[in-house]
C-alpha cells in the first residue's frame, strides 16, 4: 500500500513553518506564499495532502492529490 506524502502548513509566532512528513522545511512570512510553494512541491510528489492550519492551530483546509488512500467515511 502507498503511503501518502503530509505536508503541514503550521503558525509559529509571526510566521508560518512548514512540515514535510514530521520534518521541518521552511519557514514562511505570509501564508499565501508558504500555499503556493507546497502545493508544487505536492502536486510534484503524489500521493501527498496539505493540510493548512489557521493561526489557532484549527485545520482550515486540506488538499489530497492522487487517489486518497485514507478517503473520509460517509
Known sequence: MTTRN???VLPD??????????SFKKLFQ????????????A?????SQIVI?????????????WNDPFPPRG
Open 30 to 41: 505570509i501564508k499565501s506564499d508558504a500555499i503556493e510553494y507546497w502545493k508544487n512541491i
Open 6 to 8: 503530509t505536508i503541514r
Open 13 to 22: 509566532w509571526w510566521n508560518w513553518k512548514v512540515t514535510y512528513n514530521q
Open 53 to 65: 492550519h489557521r493561526a489557532d492551530w484549527t485545520i482550515e483546509i486540506e488538499y489530497t492529490y
Open 43 to 47: 502536486k510534484n510528489n503524489q500521493p
